[in-house]
């Protein structure tokens, strides 16, 4: 799988539509978490691949809220993207959208199912003593999920969806989201922080 840009590439085209530290810093994490998959799934040899798709996942969400997943594909071609990295950044809006690709692609998949999760954990960790994940554990996580009015914009209908589309109990994505956001936490807050003070 060939993304067609690298990763400074990526972030720059990334850049050019999003201004917001907040969805820049979402983006920075599931670029993490998707790397960590790579791994985890066994396709360590396409990590930049996997990575590239989750940092580009909301590229038209900041400007084209209205449009999301539908202007992607324009801004991702004419940022030199390849047909495999916009069918992977536009079907995980898939059932929430007017996209009609399904995921298909293990990674596709993982994408769509831990995009709202990992807003559901990160909102979580910010109202912990130590705003942190390194601490959090499942429960925690499940308790927050089934508290409809805590993080209410992250869909639980998608993210139950993404592990039945995976074959997974809900529990071991939750374990395996809480895992990958612990490996690029350190990095990502470094990296937000930067965007902050820029």
Same mark, same amino acid.
């Given at each position: 799988?060939?993304?067609?840009?690298?990763?400074q590439q990526a972030w720059d085209?990334?850049?050019?539509?999003?201004?917001?530290?907040?969805?820049?810093?979402?983006?920075?994490?599931?670029? @993490?978490?998707?790397?960590?998959?790579?791994?985890?799934?066994?396709?360590? @040899?396409?990590?930049?691949?996997?990575?590239?798709?989750?940092?580009?996942?909301?590229?038209?969400?900041e400007q084209f809220p209205q449009?999301?997943? =539908?202007?992607?594909?324009?801004?991702?071609?004419?940022g030199g993207c390849s047909d495999?990295?916009?069918?992977?950044?536009?079907?995980?809006?898939?059932?929430?959208?007017?996209?009609?690709?399904?995921?298909?692609?293990?990674?596709?998949? +993982?994408?769509?199912?831990?995009?709202?999760?990992?807003? =559901?954990?990160?909102?979580?960790? +910010?109202?912990?003593?130590? !705003?942190?994940?390194?601490?959090?554990?499942?429960?925690?996580?499940?308790?927050?999920?089934?508290?409809?009015?805590?993080?209410? @914009?992250?869909?639980? !209908?998608?993210?139950?969806?993404?592990?039945?589309? =995976?074959?997974?109990?809900?529990?071991?994505?939750?374990? !395996?989201?809480?895992?990958?956001? !612990?490996?690029?936490?350190?990095?990502?807050?470094?990296?937000?922080?930067?965007?902050?003070?820029?």
């Amino acid at each position: 799988m060939k993304a067609g840009i690298d990763r400074q590439q990526a972030w720059d085209l990334l850049k050019q539509y999003n201004k917001d530290p907040f969805h820049l810093q979402h983006a920075l994490t599931v670029e @993490g978490v998707m790397k960590w998959f790579a791994g985890d799934q066994g396709f360590a @040899g396409e990590q930049e691949f996997w990575a590239i798709a989750g940092l580009l996942h909301d590229i038209d969400f900041e400007q084209f809220p209205q449009e999301h997943c =539908l202007k992607a594909p324009d801004l991702l071609r004419a940022g030199g993207c390849s047909d495999e990295l916009i069918h992977a950044v536009c079907c995980h809006g898939y059932g929430m959208t007017a996209v009609d690709a399904k995921p298909e692609h293990p990674m596709e998949k +993982i994408l769509f199912a831990c995009d709202e999760l990992t807003g =559901l954990v990160w909102a979580a960790a +910010i109202i912990r003593p130590s !705003k942190s994940v390194m601490d959090m554990e499942v429960k925690s996580v499940k308790k927050k999920f089934k508290t409809p009015a805590f993080a209410a @914009g992250c869909s639980r !209908k998608v993210i139950e969806d993404g592990a039945a589309l =995976l074959g997974w109990e809900l529990d071991t994505l939750m374990e !395996k989201t809480l895992l990958a956001m !612990k490996s690029c936490e350190a990095e990502v807050n470094a990296a937000a922080l930067a965007i902050k003070n820029a």
